[in-house]
């Protein structure tokens, strides 16, 4: 294996690390908080980017191979939560080790955990970059190295699809597609932050915000999530959960007037589709067996929803207060996730669609055995390779759940909290069920306990294979 392309990978994306630590310096100065903190992690981020370079050496790449694709990937996501810890550990926020890098990863990978017990008591500083951190591990890093990496050719592309699962090439060039895919991050982001801003929400908070839900992350510098700030608020964030759960491809085409292709889009109305059943089912619920108005209700059930289906993790309510059907429902969509090629967690709607169609594929063969019938996604023919991957994967996913909650409850946790500490962490989402509810933490759990949800975090962002493949004796065989 050529260890110069992982080398070549880690040093950009340690440098855009470096630089996002300097971006939360003016918010420090503002807020009259400590800078040395962010220069020193930025400044040991730099050093570590150095090092990769002088080992690299300035040989050009011309081949990125799919084995050195796997390395960096997960190579990359270690790395950075490491050097996300440093900057809790500087600061004094998060005093132990165990517990700075449990938050560095959980923001990375998006998954929104926590072991704050009181948020606000945080500089404001550190909890601006406690939010980039999912802005930058939502999309961030791996559209940025896309971009500036002229000399990666069909590599990079396989790098990217192992990150994002980016499954439709918009444009045949590679750095074409990283830098649309980055307008439309942006564009996003921003779009919400004036939506926020019109709502009363100040800016500061509007950036956190927006980082959060664009990224389909869920920290929030608030203690209360999004549940003291207005209706308004509320349906604003609802929404943009539901477009950053949505296939960014999808909102190219938008952009484009192409709403043929999206119309085409199967796992687009399945998606939506799920997330209107479960809103109206719960909204039902919520009427009915409580004392809440239709309107609460209804937002309510909408903002959980959205929330848990993209992997958000934002929280409005205790959806453990609820009706017992209410947060069971809550408990199966962790398993679902949003759309693929978007920034969402979980499973992805294409994988069930495919299991569903498989179901249907299976009762229309034994009804015509000798007929030959295609299974087909958006007009299209899954092979036979694709979809035994699919179902494969499926099929590690809710393997590797059941170990780690058997794991987890192992070394002391309750049953719900197992269940759903290992559900949450593999689907990137946040907040579970037991003692790791929405208005808890998992500040509670052992130092064993949060290294298992490290790893389950790091398994269900980088899809599985990516990171297990590491461990398999071929991998490293030439």
Same mark, same amino acid.
């Given at each position: 294996?050529?260890?110069?392309?992982?080398?070549?990978?880690?040093?950009?994306?340690?440098?855009?690390?470096?630089? +996002?630590?300097?971006?939360?310096?003016?918010?420090?100065?503002?807020?009259?908080?400590?800078?040395?903190?962010?220069?020193?992690?930025?400044?040991?981020? /730099?050093?570590?980017?150095?090092?990769?370079?002088?080992?690299?050496? /300035?040989?050009?790449?011309?081949?990125?191979?799919?084995?050195?694709?796997?390395?960096?990937?997960?190579?990359?996501?270690?790395?950075?939560?490491?050097?996300?810890?440093?900057?809790?550990?500087? +600061?004094?926020?998060?005093?132990?080790?165990?517990?700075?890098?449990?938050?560095?990863?959980?923001?990375?990978?998006?998954?929104?955990?926590?072991?704050?017990?009181?948020?606000?008591?945080?500089?404001?500083?550190?909890?601006?970059?406690?939010?980039?951190?999912?802005?930058? =591990?939502?999309?961030?890093?791996?559209?940025?190295?896309?971009?500036? &990496?002229?000399?990666?050719?069909?590599?990079?592309?396989?790098?990217?699809?192992?990150?994002?699962?980016?499954?439709?090439?918009?444009?045949?060039?590679?750095?074409?597609?990283?830098?649309?895919?980055?307008?439309?991050?942006?564009?996003?982001? !921003?779009?919400?932050?004036?939506?926020?801003?019109? =709502?009363?929400?100040?800016?500061?908070?509007?950036?956190?915000?927006?980082?959060?839900?664009?990224?389909?992350?869920?920290?929030?510098?608030?203690?209360?999530?999004? =549940?003291?700030?207005?209706?308004?608020?509320?349906?604003?964030?609802?929404?943009?959960?539901? *477009?950053?759960?949505?296939?960014?491809?999808?909102?190219?085409?938008?952009?484009?007037?192409?709403?043929?292709?999206?119309?085409?889009?199967?796992?687009?109305?399945?998606?939506?589709?799920?997330? !209107?059943?479960?809103?109206?089912?719960?909204?039902?619920?919520?009427?009915?067996?409580?004392?809440?108005?239709?309107?609460?209700?209804?937002?309510?059930?909408?903002?959980?929803?959205?929330?848990?289906?993209?992997? /958000?993790? !934002?929280?409005?309510?205790?959806?453990?207060?609820?009706?017992?059907?209410?947060?069971?429902?809550?408990?199966?969509? #962790?398993?679902?996730?949003?759309? /693929? =090629?978007?920034?969402?967690?979980?499973?992805?709607?294409?994988?069930?669609?495919?299991?569903?169609?498989?179901?249907?594929?299976?009762?229309?063969?034994?009804?015509?055995?000798?007929?030959?019938?295609?299974?087909?996604?958006?007009?299209?023919?899954?092979?036979?390779?694709?979809?035994?991957?699919? *179902?494969?994967?499926?099929?590690?996913?809710? #393997?590797?759940?059941?170990?780690?909650?058997?794991?987890?409850?192992?070394?002391?946790?309750?049953?719900?909290?197992?269940?759903?500490?290992?559900?949450?962490? &593999?689907?990137?989402?946040?907040?579970?069920?037991?003692?790791?509810?929405?208005?808890?933490?998992?500040?509670?759990?052992?130092?064993?306990?949060?290294?298992?949800?490290?790893? #389950?975090?790091?398994?269900?962002?980088?899809?599985?294979?990516?990171?297990? #493949?590491?461990?398999?004796?071929?991998?490293?065989?030439?």
């Amino acid at each position: 294996m050529d260890l110069r392309p992982v080398l070549h990978i880690l040093m950009r994306i340690v440098l855009i690390t470096a630089v +996002s630590l300097l971006m939360c310096v003016p918010v420090a100065l503002i807020y009259h908080e400590p800078v040395s903190p962010f220069l020193y992690t930025s400044l040991i981020a /730099t050093v570590l980017a150095a090092c990769a370079y002088g080992v690299r050496g /300035t040989h050009e790449l011309t081949t990125f191979k799919r084995r050195e694709a796997y390395l960096s990937v997960t190579l990359s996501w270690l790395v950075v939560s490491l050097i996300g810890a440093l900057l809790y550990l500087f +600061s004094g926020a998060i005093p132990g080790i165990t517990d700075a890098f449990f938050e560095s990863v959980s923001g990375f990978t998006t998954t929104g955990s926590s072991i704050l017990t009181d948020i606000e008591s945080l500089p404001k500083s550190v909890l601006f970059w406690r939010s980039m951190t999912h802005w930058v =591990g939502g999309l961030g890093i791996i559209v940025l190295v896309v971009i500036i &990496m002229p000399s990666l050719n069909i590599g990079s592309y396989n790098l990217f699809t192992l990150e994002s699962s980016f499954q439709e090439k918009i444009h045949p060039k590679i750095r074409s597609v990283g830098r649309r895919l980055l307008y439309i991050y942006l564009s996003l982001t !921003f779009i919400e932050t004036f939506f926020l801003l019109l =709502g009363g929400m100040n800016l500061y908070e509007s950036l956190c915000h927006s980082f959060g839900t664009v990224a389909t992350g869920g920290f929030s510098p608030k203690n209360t999530s999004i =549940g003291d700030y207005s209706p308004y608020i509320q349906y604003v964030i609802t929404i943009f959960m539901l *477009l950053a759960g949505t296939n960014f491809v999808v909102h190219y085409y938008a952009v484009k007037g192409q709403f043929r292709k999206i119309k085409q889009n199967e796992e687009l109305r399945f998606y939506y589709t799920v997330t !209107f059943v479960a809103g109206i089912l719960i909204t039902a619920i919520l009427f009915f067996q409580t004392d809440r108005s239709l309107e609460t209700a209804f937002r309510e059930s909408f903002f959980q929803v959205a929330s848990i289906i993209t992997c /958000t993790g !934002f929280a409005t309510a205790d959806y453990l207060l609820w009706p017992s059907v209410g947060w069971v429902i809550i408990f199966f969509l #962790m398993f679902f996730g949003g759309s /693929t =090629g978007s920034t969402a967690g979980g499973i992805k709607m294409a994988r069930h669609l495919v299991a569903l169609k498989n179901v249907k594929h299976h009762f229309r063969i034994l009804n015509a055995p000798n007929a030959i019938i295609p299974l087909r996604i958006n007009s299209k023919p899954v092979s036979a390779q694709d979809n035994n991957g699919i *179902l494969t994967f499926v099929l590690w996913y809710f #393997m590797l759940f059941l170990g780690g909650s058997l794991v987890m409850a192992w070394l002391g946790s309750d049953v719900p909290t197992s269940l759903s500490s290992v559900a949450t962490a &593999m689907g990137g989402i946040g907040p579970g069920l037991g003692s790791v509810g929405p208005a808890g933490n998992f500040a509670h759990l052992s130092d064993s306990s949060k290294f298992v949800l490290c790893g #389950m975090m790091l398994l269900g962002r980088l899809e599985i294979y990516t990171m297990v #493949m590491l461990f398999t004796p071929w991998f490293w065989k030439n």
